[in-house]
Nanobody
Framework: QVQLVESGGGLVQAGGSLRLSCAAS????????MGWFRQAPGKEREFVTG????????LHGDSVKGRFIISRDNNKNTVFLQMNALKPEDTAVYYC??????????????????WGQGTQVTVSS
């Protein structure tokens, strides 16, 4: 069982940056692939980015390539999402998720086993 808690959301102006964190409970954090998803009002939850267990492979959604960076610190049981050059269309609730898939980054919601409660990110124009 893994419990995930996101933090770091808030209000930022377009062009600004935010860093989200997701702290995981349990001693097996390093064995999970971790992902970030987001859900804007009235829209479906979508894949943002993910990182496998070591040796790490990362995957980014097309809308965030070149702007968002995912990383993990297994010693701290934490995955990070550095968001740069934010746009109003990045406004959403951001969710952290953990998956048992090891060899690739899953992009479908059903491929993730554990979810956090989400953190709101609002980008003003």
């Amino acid at each position: 069982q893994v419990q995930l808690v996101e933090s770091g959301g808030g209000l930022v102006q377009a062009g600004g940056s935010l860093r989200l964190s997701c702290a995981a409970s349990g001693r097996t954090f390093s064995s999970y692939t971790m992902g970030w998803f987001r859900q804007a009002p009235g829209k479906e939850r979508e894949f943002v980015t993910g990182i496998t267990r070591s040796p790490t492979i990362t995957l980014h959604g097309d809308s965030v390539k070149g702007r968002f960076i995912i990383s993990r610190d297994n010693n701290k049981n934490t995955v990070f999402l550095q968001m740069n050059a934010l746009k109003p269309e990045d406004t959403a609730v951001y969710y952290c998720a953990a998956s048992v898939f090891g060899g690739r980054v899953p992009t479908l919601l059903r491929e993730y086993d554990y979810w956090g409660q989400g953190t709101q990110v609002t980008v003003s124009s």
